[in-house]
Each structure stands twice: as structure tokens, then as C-alpha cells.
């Protein structure tokens, strides 16, 4: 789910030559469609994701882990964007993602995340009417993040994580967007079982998940879209 509320400010001359301001506010919220993705282990501490986001755009990200024990830390940057033509008008929009992965990991199956971060986006337009004539724009938005979510492993193969999301555009409109999901990570979990006195797993291999967004995500009154709903992202 996905909701969106922005305020604008617009400045007028009224009548008797007096300067005058106008401000708006709107707010939307509605259903997003799932996001479904991959993550490959490259080496040890670096892995990247791959995800068809909202069935609507593709995404790609490196996560580099820097720490990990009770308190896990590591950086996550991505790639995100789609581009469509119809009726001669091109249309493009593209995100760069910068989340840092915070977790606290309360037990072996239980690990609380925050990824604050940035994003900035990008959105290019292009029309050509057929005749020779042509043009394009491009607009660019920058954005702060901020999720929590926790991460729930049920077993070795499976963990539920919960999510929000929200985020703030710095420049430009007024807009806030926030993001809340259910994730479901499939395959190889963490192994945090040495935190309970346990000898970890001989096994251990790279958590799934990872942080995208925001909101992303995962579209706004903005220079751009605001970033489509970003993945749940799991223990770093």
C-alpha cells in the first residue's frame, strides 16, 4: 500500500494589485501490485538483488555488509527505472538508491531493521509528433528515507518482514510519501544461532532482502514520480 499527500504554495496578484498566496494540500492512498526478486551471494559480505518492481519497473542492487554480530550494518546502493512510449511521447523515470541497513538482531529469528537513506530521481520525456519536429525534458528530485520493519525467520528457508517506509522530498513540492508492505524472503536464511550461545551453522550464506525503496516506491505531484514502494529489507 502506498500513500502519497503534497502542499504547494502559489503566489498571485489579486484584484487591487495585492500579493496573495494560495496554499493546496492533497492526499491519495492505494493497493500496490507485489514485487518479486532474486538475490545471488557474489563473496563473502557482498550480495545484489535483482527485483521486477511492482511488475513495473526493474531494479538491480550491490549490498555490502560492514558489520555483523548482534548489531549488523551495511550499505545497499541500487538502480531502479522503466521507460515507455505511447502515442510518440517517451517517458521515462529512473532512481538512485543509498539506503544504509541498520539491524538489531533481538534474537536468532528476530531481527528489527532501519534503513534511513537517499534517493534521487529522474524523469525524462521526449515527444516527437512525426514530422521532424521533436523535444524533451528531464527533471530531477532529491529525496530522504527512512523504514523500519522487522525481520521474522520462521526457518531456514523462510522469513515474514514487515514494513514501512516513508519519504520526504527535500527539493522542490512539498511531498510525502509512505510505503507499507509484507515480505516474504524464500531460500538460505541468516544464521544468527552463535548469538545464543549456539555454534553457528557451518553453512551460512548471504541474508536475502535488502532495502530499495522506498519507497519507495515502487509515481506524484513532484519534479518526478515519487520512488515506487522499495523491496522489504531483511538483516543486513
Known amino acids: 500500500m502506498i500513500g502519497v499527500s503534497y ?18 494540500t492533497a492526499s ?19 550480495d545484489m538483488g535483482f527485483r521486477l518492481q511492482n ?25 531502479q527505472g522503466f521507460y515507455a512510449i505511447a502515442n510518440n511521447v517517451g517517458f521515462g523515470v529512473f532512481y538512485l538508491h543509498l539506503p544504509v541497513l541498520l ?5 536468532k529469528n528476530v531481527s528489527i ?7 534521487y530521481d529522474i524523469a525524462t520525456a521526449s515527444v516527437n ?7 524533451s525534458a ?14 521474522i525467520r520462521t526457518s531456514k528457508t523462510l522469513a515474514i518482514h514487515p514494513e514501512i517506509t516513508a519519504m520526504q522530498q527535500i527539493n522542490g513540492v512539498d511531498a510525502l510519501v509512505w510505503v507499507a508492505g509484507l515480505g516474504f524472503n524464500i531460500g538460505a536464511q541468516p544464521d544468527y544461532s552463535d548469538l545464543g550461545g549456539e555454534p553457528a551453522s557451518p553453512t551460512e550464506t ?3 532482502g535488502g532495502g530499495g525503496a522506498s519507497p519507495a516506491p515502487s509515481a506524484s505531484p513532484s519534479s518526478a514520480p515519487p520512488p515506487p514502494a522499495p523491496a522489504p529489507s531483511s538483516s543486513p
Not at 57 to 76: H, M, N, P, Y
Open 206 to 208: 548471504a541474508p536475502a
Open 113 to 119: 531493521v532501519a534503513s534511513p537513506g537517499i534517493v
Open 103 to 107: 539491524g538489531l538482531n533481538v534474537s
Open 7 to 24: 502542499n504547494t504554495t502559489t503566489a498571485s496578484t489579486n484584484a487591487s494589485g495585492a500579493a496573495t498566496t494560495q496554499n493546496t
Open 138 to 151: 528531464t527533471a530531477t528530485g532529491l529525496w530522504g528515507r527512512l523504514g523500519l520493519g522487522v525481520d
Open 28 to 46: 491519495l492512498v492505494v493497493p500496490m501490485v507485489p514485487t518479486f526478486g532474486a538475490r545471488v551471494g557474489m563473496v563473502d559480505g557482498f
Open 55 to 79: 511488475l513495473d519497473s526493474l531494479a538491480v542492487d550491490g549490498k555490502i555488509r560492514l558489520l555483523r554480530g548482534t548489531f549488523d550494518i551495511a550499505v545497499d546502493p541500487g538502480v
Open 129 to 135: 509528433n512525426g514530422s521532424g519536429a521533436s523535444g
